[in-house]
């Protein structure tokens, strides 16, 4: 396999952890409508979130959520989640757009931790860091996808909140 062909499945993996819309985009999205700057921090709190978990998977994080008790608690913590986030969303269904202030206030800093922090808890995310573990086994082919990996996901929170 050659260096280039690793890096492309790399870049193609990181497309598939940033792209997807979900929470991060949509509050990388809303933002970007007042400052690109606080969106592109919100994008790399989120990919340090997804190197959190890159990094915990090559120290073997894995032999120990290989458990049916571990398994079981994020499947309900991300279900519940997943309602809390359905219930707030449920009770502000009537309320009109223009009654809603933008946040001021963030500093870049604080929008980094909101992306660090959301992307941290987010269960698809645990569930794509978990499915890509077998993705590389070599040390010099994992370098080359981790780099692929950075590259797309930057590549992504530097042009989006742009595009916007």
Do not use: H
């Not at 809303?30 to 340090?48: H, P, T």
């Not at 290989?66 to 913590?77: A, G, I």
């Not at 929008?111 to 590389?136: A, D, H, R």
């Amino acid at each position: 396999m050659s260096l280039l062909s690793i890096f492309l499945g790399g870049f193609t993996l990181g497309l598939g952890a940033a792209v997807p819309l979900g929470p991060i985009n949509i509050l990388i999205m809303n933002e970007a409508l007042q400052s690109y700057k606080k969106a592109v921090a919100i994008g790399f709190g989120a990919m340090s979130a997804d190197i959190t978990y890159l990094v915990l998977l090559l120290y073997g994080i894995t032999n120990y959520l290989n458990n049916d008790y571990v398994l079981d608690f994020l499947s309900l913590f991300g279900g519940f989640f997943l309602i809390y986030l359905a219930i707030l969303i449920f009770r502000g269904r009537n309320k009109d757009i223009s009654q809603t202030s933008p946040q001021q206030n963030t500093t870049v800093l604080s929008n980094y931790l909101k992306g660090y922090t959301l992307t941290l808890i987010n269960p698809y995310t645990v569930l794509f860091w978990l499915s890509v573990t077998s993705y590389s086994t070599t040390t010099q082919s994992l370098v080359i996808t981790v780099l692929g990996l950075i590259c797309a996901i930057m590549l992504w929170i530097l042009i989006m909140p742009f595009l916007i």
